[in-house]
Every structure is written in structure tokens, then in C-alpha cells.
């Protein structure tokens, strides 16, 4: 790739890379921090968007990869987890947990592995596209390699 990118994208890009993942991240002209505005910059269904969303899991960082088509239902996931309760992380403990802001957090490329469930109904589309470690960046992947690659557990999210 000829254009640099920024430490964040760059840190995702390596471990994408490393696990041999072929999609490269892609910095996008205008903002892509929601599912929405993703979506639109890509051309694709809101559903093939995978949202990282970092939740504390009794206590602990669950980092949740959803398609952009779902609300978490947190109550649901902890049932489903195990977990007495599951809260959102403000933004102060996502970026602690993954070195990366709220709007651009990736999949990879964390300081430290994080616990991670990712949304069975991801599974659906042939490709999907997840943040690429800032609010402007994106990459495609595929269900089963966002699975490997998070070592993600597959779990329903919703209701």
C-alpha cells in the first residue's frame, strides 16, 4: 500500500496480516464510526457491517462484534455467557482495553487479548467489513475468519 497509515490502522494491519488475513484496511474520506455511515461508504447491507463494542463483563472487557443490523441485548448475552452483569465500557476503558477509540475500535490489534463473542448472525453475509482501528478505517474479512482471528466465541447477541 503506498499511502501510509495512521499507528492505530497500522497496528491492525500488521496483525491482519500476520494471521493471513489478504483484506487490506482502507482509510475512508469521511467518518465510518457507525454501522450506518460504514455501510454507506462501502456500498454494502448494514447487517455485513461487524460494530466492535466493548462492554465490561463482570468487571472484565467482552469485546462484542455485531452486526451493524442488532442492538446487544446485554441481558441475553450474559445469560448466554455466564456472566452476572454486562454494562458498556465508557470510552475511557475501551481505549485501556484496546488502545483504540470508540467509532474505530478493530477486531485485532489490542494491547492484550480480550475476551470476544461475535454475532452468529454475522454468518449470513459472504463478506462483512470491520473497523480498522480509527473512525476512518475498514476491512473485509469473512465470518469464519473473524472467528479465528479474535478467537471469538459464536454467540446470538440479540433476544
Avoid at 85 to 97: C, G, L, P
Avoid at 137 to 146: E, Q
Wanted: hydrophobic share 50%; glycine share 8%.
Amino acid at each position: 500500500m503506498s499511502m501510509s497509515l495512521p499507528a492505530s490502522a497500522q497496528k491492525v494491519a500488521d496483525a491482519l496480516a500476520a494471521a493471513g488475513i489478504t483484506g487490506a484496511v482502507r482509510i475512508l474520506p469521511d467518518s465510518a464510526r457507525t454501522a450506518a455511515e460504514a455501510a454507506t461508504a462501502i456500498g454494502c447491507d448494514v447487517g455485513a457491517i461487524a460494530n466492535s463494542l466493548v462492554f465490561l463483563a463482570d468487571g472484565e472487557p467482552l469485546l462484542v462484534m455485531t452486526s451493524g443490523a442488532h442492538r446487544v441485548d446485554v441481558v441475553a448475552l450474559a445469560t448466554r455467557l455466564g456472566k452476572q452483569k454486562i454494562s458498556r465500557a465508557s470510552a475511557d476503558q475501551v481505549r485501556a482495553a484496546t488502545g483504540q477509540a470508540i467509532g474505530g475500535v478493530a477486531p485485532v490489534g489490542h494491547p492484550a487479548p480480550i475476551e470476544t463473542v461475535v454475532d452468529v448472525d454475522l454468518a449470513e453475509f459472504d463478506e462483512i467489513w470491520a473497523a480498522g482501528g480509527t473512525p476512518h478505517a475498514l476491512f473485509p474479512t469473512t465470518y469464519d475468519d473473524l472467528l479465528r482471528i479474535t478467537d471469538g466465541a459464536p454467540v446470538s447477541v440479540v433476544a
